[in-house]
């Protein structure tokens, strides 16, 4: 099934990035394409990279997997870090 995703969703981000400062993350929202993006770096050695969007309900990797949904940004930050580690 495809899931598109549509909306806004910026305020939602910035509580996000937010969230995952504390983590050891640095986070720059970025409103150059058709919706707002969080680009999500960490700053450890050979640490990751990802973005994350939101539709204004819920937060979604790129690839339209749902992370958490868009009022519960320290849930969202756990996953993303957990997510991110699990790449690197």
Do not use: F, N
């Not at 058709?34 to 790129?62: I, K």
Request: with cysteine; hydrophobic share 45%.
């Amino acid at each position: 099934m495809t899931q598109t995703i549509t909306g806004g969703g910026t305020a939602a981000l910035d509580e996000l990035g937010a969230a995952l400062a504390p983590l050891g993350y640095l986070t720059v929202l970025l409103e150059d394409g058709a919706r707002p993006r969080l680009e999500v770096l960490d700053r450890r050695p050979g640490g990751r990279s990802g973005g994350v969007v939101c539709d204004g309900d819920w937060y979604w990797w790129p690839w339209a997997d749902r992370i958490a949904p868009a009022g519960d940004a320290a849930r969202a930050a756990a996953l993303v870090d957990r997510g991110l580690r699990q790449a690197a």
